[in-house]
T-cell receptor, first 111, second 116 residues
Framework: RKEVEQDPGPFNVPEGATVAFNCTYSNSASQSFFWYRQDCRKEPKLLMSVYSSGNEDGRFTAQLNRASQYISLLIRDSKLSDSATYLCVVYNAGNNRKLIWGLGTSLAVNP | GAVVSQHPSWVICKSGTSVKIECRSLDFQATTMFWYRQFPKQSLMLMATSNEGSKATYEQGVEKDKFLINHASLTLSTLTVTSAHPEDSSFYIC????????????FGPGTRLTVT
């Protein structure tokens, strides 16, 4: 089983739609969780950290369920510029401070 | 702040030659740098973790004699792909952390290597 699993998609949605991505992780000792965004042929960029109580940044909402080892990202009112690959990332300080990356979920927002 | 640069941004080389990629932290001291590789339509794969002044720790399956990593200063790490082959063609990305114990990684823009 992969340490971080995501539905690869692709998700094709119209502008203005709400879309949700899910991610599961296998190591219950994982401490920190992130969503990164990666555009084609570019480096990944941090979108947001995921906190236990859930957190929101504009149109983006992240949720964490430690009991189920599940992370989600909700994007409301999708924009064309949201088209990218969204990577779920997990961190465990006991794992030599490595980030463990999911394969990513591809999103295409269509006009 | 926390800018990481990579050089070159792209390189084409012939099979059998060696290529050096530089990763620099421009406005902070990076105690740890990470080297990743990404093949098309795949996720980032960590190749090695590099701490300043010590030998790099390579991930399983990554040949340390083929991918030479040097982290001689707090602002510079280099990855040398020795005797490159077409299957080494990939997107190589480095990242850096500011201080020991912190997890936030700052990524360079990546280097696209094509071996012909």
């Amino acid at each position: 089983r992969k340490e971080v699993e995501q539905d690869p998609g692709p998700f094709n949605v119209p502008e203005g739609a709400t879309v949700a991505f899910n991610c599961t992780y296998s190591n219950s000792a994982s401490q920190s969780f992130f969503w990164y965004r990666q555009d084609c042929r570019k480096e990944p960029k941090l979108l947001m950290s995921v906190y236990s109580s859930g957190n929101e940044d504009g149109r983006f909402t992240a949720q964490l369920n430690r009991a189920s080892q599940y992370i989600s990202l909700l994007i409301r009112d999708s924009k064309l510029s949201d088209s990218a690959t969204y990577l779920c990332v997990v961190y465990n300080a006991g794992n030599n401070r490595k980030l463990i990356w999911g394969l990513g979920t591809s999103l295409a927002v269509n006009p | 702040g926390a800018v990481v640069s990579q050089h070159p941004s792209w390189v084409i080389c012939k099979s059998g030659t060696s290529v050096k990629i530089e990763c620099r932290s421009l406005d902070f001291q990076a105690t740890t740098m990470f080297w990743y590789r990404q093949f098309p339509k795949q996720s980032l794969m960590l190749m090695a973790t590099s701490n300043e002044g010590s030998k790099a720790t390579y991930e399983q399956g990554v040949e340390k004699d083929k991918f030479l990593i040097n982290h001689a200063s707090l602002t510079l790490s280099t990855l040398t792909v020795t005797s490159a082959h077409p299957e080494d063609s990939s997107f190589y990305i480095c990242s850096a952390t500011r201080l020991a114990g912190l997890y936030e990684q700052y990524f360079g823009p990546g280097t696209r290597l094509t071996v012909t």
